[in-house]
């Protein structure tokens, strides 16, 4: 029998090269000596992955979310404030303060994981409009605590002097913090490909379709959907841990709603349930924002009609664009 080759999808093509556009931009800048464009090729990355956190709810749960904004700016916060009593040399509520980024990660990671199964846990038993005021109202919550927190900087925020480290490698410069924030991503992203190929990526789907048919299944949609959220938020806070120290600063604003109707704008914008989905919004949202934001203070306004071009053209977000197949690997 002929053996038979593998032909790569038109999708699985289109996903692979809106992932290579990062690190693409990130070697050409470092290249040419243009250190600026590795760092926003650093917030692409990272918005990417805090957008795939979202996804992961979103897309494959259709769970539309105001809160999540919450999960990022608990993982920006556990950052700076691991970062800033690292410097006092004080301990955090007991735990050591180790100015390590893998160690803030888990940190991140178990702090906006518990945050999301208490807010799961009341938001999920709704649906709808009612769903979505639940998570806004405890992202707000959250949001105005940072505020009324003047010991970690109030409504002015948290400087961070020095960037956390990653096993011994200089941080503080541009090409190596790119990478870790690259590698975050593709983590991200793998995970979010696992959990849409297995039984929990299936049932996740069918919970979004007709949650009482999967009940009759014995399979309990609640928890279904309970998990996803957490690991959902899970994610989004590791990609706020690298915001933070993107920035070298944390502030109340990276808990406002306006960030969770940011992430939600990406998935849209790229294409909702698709792997590489909120890398193209989040990549379309930092170039508009580069290139316009210098041109006019109001380019807000053309992201706007990005998003219903994208809308109107593709229901499948920019990956559809890409791969009008719509072949399921994007």
Same mark, same amino acid.
């Given at each position: 029998m002929p053996e038979r080759s593998f032909v790569p999808s038109r999708g699985l093509v289109a996903s692979l090269a809106v992932i290579a556009l990062p690190l693409a931009l990130?070697?050409?800048?470092?290249?040419?000596?243009?250190?600026?464009?590795?760092?926003?090729?650093t917030r692409i990355a990272i918005l990417g992955l805090a957008a795939?956190?979202?996804?992961?709810?979103?897309?494959?749960?259709?769970?539309?979310?105001?809160?999540?904004?919450?999960?990022?700016?608990?993982g920006g916060y556990v950052a700076g404030i691991v970062a800033s009593h690292a410097m006092e040399g004080t301990s955090v509520l007991g735990l050591p303060a180790i100015s390590e980024m893998a160690y803030v990660w888990l940190l991140a990671a178990v702090a906006a994981g518990l945050f999301a199964l208490v807010m799961g846990a009341i938001s999920l038993r709704t649906s709808g409009v009612a769903f979505i005021m639940i998570t806004l109202a405890f992202a707000q919550m959250i949001f105005y605590l940072a505020i009324a927190w003047p010991g970690y900087g109030g409504e002015d925020g948290l400087p961070i002097t020095l960037r956390n480290g990653f096993?011994?490698?200089?941080?503080?410069?541009?090409?190596?913090?790119f990478l870790i924030s690259f590698g975050a991503l593709l983590f991200g992203l793998a995970l979010f490909a696992v959990l849409k190929a297995s039984r929990f990526g299936a049932a996740l789907q069918a919970a979004r379709q007709n949650g009482v048919?999967?009940?009759?299944?014995?399979?309990?949609?609640?928890?279904?959907?309970?998990?996803?959220?957490?690991?959902?938020?899970? @994610?989004?806070?590791?990609?706020?841990?690298?915001?933070?120290?993107?920035?070298?600063f944390v502030s109340p604003s990276m808990l406002s709603w306006h960030m969770s109707?940011?992430? @939600?704008?990406?998935?849209?914008?790229?294409g909702v349930g698709r792997?590489?989905?909120?890398?193209?919004?989040?990549?379309?949202?930092?170039?508009?924002?580069?290139?316009?934001?210098?041109?006019?203070?109001?380019?807000?306004?053309?992201?706007?009609?990005?998003?219903?071009a994208v809308v109107l053209l593709g229901r499948g977000g920019l990956m559809s664009l890409l791969a009008p197949k719509g072949v399921r690997h994007g």
């Open positions: 990130a070697l050409w800048a470092s290249f040419a000596g243009e250190t600026f464009y590795v760092t926003l090729a795939t956190g979202l996804n992961l709810a979103l897309g494959l749960g259709g769970l539309v979310s105001l809160g999540h904004a919450a999960f990022f700016g608990i096993f011994g490698l200089r941080t503080m410069r541009p090409m190596p913090f048919r999967l009940a009759s299944l014995g399979v309990e949609p609640f928890r279904i959907r309970l998990v996803a959220f957490v690991l959902s938020g899970m @994610i989004t806070a590791l990609a706020g841990a690298l915001y933070a120290d993107l920035n070298r109707g940011e992430l @939600i704008v990406l998935v849209v914008l790229g792997l590489a989905g909120p890398l193209a919004g989040a990549t379309l949202y930092v170039l508009l924002e580069h290139v316009l934001g210098g041109l006019t203070e109001r380019w807000q306004f053309f992201l706007g009609l990005a998003l219903l």
